[in-house]
């Protein structure tokens, strides 16, 4: 069985300690919106392995230079392509599951005018009998 790393697990002090920081930052960090933990009926912080990563991802970042307020919008970007992600396999899969539940659903044939006709699965346009006789235009 897998741990849901989204299950919030881990009080403010341990997740200080599984990230590498104080308790006092973690606290900041809830405060300016860059990691914000679960709430307890007590009010009191829980954090996830989620958050514990996003929260080293915010340690390895700062100590590359950048502010908290780039970091912020680091995260804010990588969460929106992460939910974007996630709604295109949504719809990738509601749209294969919507090929295999309707297989031959859209049959398409061209008519005798090049315009499109649909077609039910398993049928077949009807030929046309007409004969057609080409005359050349004569030249002056």
């Known amino acids: 069985m897998t741990m849901d790393p989204d299950t919030p697990l881990f009080a403010i002090a341990v997740a200080a300690e599984l990230a590498g920081m104080h308790p006092q930052t973690l606290r900041q960090y809830d405060r300016l919106g860059l990691v914000s933990p679960s709430r307890t009926a007590g009010k009191s912080r829980r954090y996830?392995?989620?958050?514990?990563?996003?929260?080293?991802?915010i340690a390895r970042l700062s100590a590359e230079g950048l502010n908290l307020e780039g970091i912020r919008r680091i995260l804010?970007?990588?969460?929106?392509?992460?939910?974007?992600?996630?709604?295109?396999?949504?719809?990738?899969?509601?749209?294969?599951?919507?090929?295999?539940n309707r297989p031959g659903r859209r049959v398409f044939a061209a008519g005798t005018e090049g315009d499109v006709i649909t077609l039910r699965a398993g049928t077949r346009v009807k030929k046309a009998n007409q004969v057609v006789v080409w005359r050349p235009l004569a030249r002056p």
């Open 76 to 100: 804010d970007l990588e969460n929106e392509v992460a939910s974007l992600r996630s709604r295109v396999r949504e719809l990738e899969t509601a749209l294969a599951d919507e090929l295999l």
């Open 48 to 57: 996830s392995m989620r958050d514990v990563v996003q929260l080293r991802e």
